[in-house]
């Protein structure tokens, strides 16, 4: 892996993960290119301000789960191949209803070079420390829909409050929201500002056996 990067869960205990794009539950439906683990990746300096995150969660009875980190470039272009395919329908209900898929990038939802791909943007939620359970946020991840908007019409008062605690979290953090969706943070001082990365999220053979 890169210098400055790191495994997040390595670096912030009890932190809790879903890497949707490792998995067949996101919006292709099958596993991206360049996730080999379903693992979260970020730089040291994202890891260092998610450690903050969490511990301002916590004294609220809540922690944090993460979605998405560091994205390959080849995962995005992984999205955008996909976006010039025929529409099969698998997964439009779930993440993009009422758009076709090329309008995910016309309309912001996904882009052909991705903060994420700097290292130093996180896709995330809470979830309730005394039981687990997610919190009611109004919308999946991955919801390509103006619902999905910070200040959208159409959620409950609770999950406004609980998107605007998330945001409360996260920018007391160092990291700044994402006006299309509730659940993208970005670190506002993040160290590569200019740069996009390639390299594949993968487990080395040495912590695989200890794992396994």
Same mark, same amino acid.
């Given at each position: 892996?890169?210098?400055?990067f790191a495994? &997040? ?10 890497a949707?794009?490792a998995?067949w539950?996101n919006f292709t439906g099958?596993? &991206?290119?360049? =996730?080999l683990?379903?693992?979260i990746v970020g730089t ?8 903050d995150?969490?511990k301002?969660?916590?004294?609220l009875?809540?922690?944090l &789960?993460?979605w998405?980190g =560091?994205? #390959?470039?080849r995962?995005v272009?992984?999205?955008l191949?996909w976006?010039?395919q #025929?529409e099969?329908?698998r997964t439009?209900?779930r993440?993009?209803?009422n758009i076709?898929?090329?309008?995910m ?6 882009a052909a070079?991705?903060g994420h ?10 979830y309730?420390?005394?039981?687990g ?5 109004g919308g ?5 829909d ?8 159409g959620?409950?008062p ?7 605690l998330?945001?409360s979290i996260?920018e007391s953090s160092?990291f700044v929201r994402?006006?299309y969706?509730w659940?993208h943070y970005s670190?506002?001082?993040?160290p ?12 080395p053979v040495?912590?695989r056996?200890?794992?396994g």
């Amino acid at each position: 892996m890169k210098n400055e990067f790191a495994f &997040v869960d390595e670096l912030v205990p009890g932190i809790r993960w879903d890497a949707k794009y490792a998995t067949w539950d996101n919006f292709t439906g099958k596993p &991206v290119d360049g =996730y080999l683990s379903n693992r979260i990746v970020g730089t040291t300096a994202l890891c260092s301000a998610l450690d903050d995150a969490q511990k301002r969660a916590a004294s609220l009875g809540f922690g944090l &789960v993460l979605w998405d980190g =560091y994205r #390959p470039q080849r995962a995005v272009d992984c999205f955008l191949r996909w976006a010039q395919q #025929p529409e099969d329908g698998r997964t439009k209900l779930r993440h993009y209803p009422n758009i076709t898929r090329p309008e995910m990038f016309d309309k912001g939802y996904v882009a052909a070079k991705s903060g994420h791909s700097r290292g130093s943007t996180v896709d995330l939620t809470l979830y309730v420390l005394a039981t687990g359970e997610l919190v009611p946020m109004g919308g999946d991840h991955d919801l390509m829909d103006p619902i999905s908007h910070h200040g959208a019409a159409g959620i409950t008062p609770a999950e406004a409050k609980n998107r605007e605690l998330i945001c409360s979290i996260m920018e007391s953090s160092g990291f700044v929201r994402y006006p299309y969706e509730w659940w993208h943070y970005s670190l506002e001082n993040e160290p590569y500002p200019d740069e996009y990365f390639d390299f594949p999220i993968v487990v080395p053979v040495d912590q695989r056996r200890e794992r396994g």
